[in-house]
């Protein structure tokens, strides 16, 4: 089993920055694809940023392109999510999540959660 923990969220000018931290642990994934996900109200999750096992390989949806960075730690076993130019648009909690087979896509379905982060960006 994989436990995910969030943090670095919180409220934000539009126009600020926020860096997301994911800690794994019970066991390491740094042999496993990693992404973020956000949940705004009314609207579905949405993958928001992926990366490959090795940080070679990245995915980003084309609303956060520029502005976020994803980046991992695997001898720490971390996941990170760089926020930069933050719009109203871009509040939602924010999950990141694991994938527990080694080699496939990072945009194929993940398998372990996190609890979210609340990030709130003010107009």
């Known amino acids: 089993q994989v ?7 919180g409220l934000v ?8 931290s994911c800690a ?20 579905e999750r949405e993958l928001v940023s992926a990366i490959n096992w090795s940080g070679s390989s990245t995915y980003y949806t084309q609303s956060v392109k520029g502005r976020f960075t994803i980046s991992r730690d695997n ?12 719009k109203p648009e871009d509040t939602a909690v924010y999950y990141c ?7 496939v896509s990072p945009l194929d ?4 959660w996190g609890q979210g982060t609340q990030v709130t960006v003010s107009s």
């Open 3 to 9: 436990q995910l923990v969030e943090s670095g969220g």
């Open 13 to 20: 000018q539009a126009g600020g920055s926020l860096r997301l």
């Open 24 to 43: 794994a642990s019970g066991r390491t994934v740094s042999s496993f694809a990693l992404g973020w996900f956000r949940q705004a109200p009314g609207k």
């Open 75 to 86: 001898a720490n076993n971390t996941l990170y999510l760089q926020m930069n130019s933050l």
């Open 97 to 103: 999540a694991s994938q527990s087979t080694v080699g």
């Open 109 to 112: 379905p993940y398998d372990y």
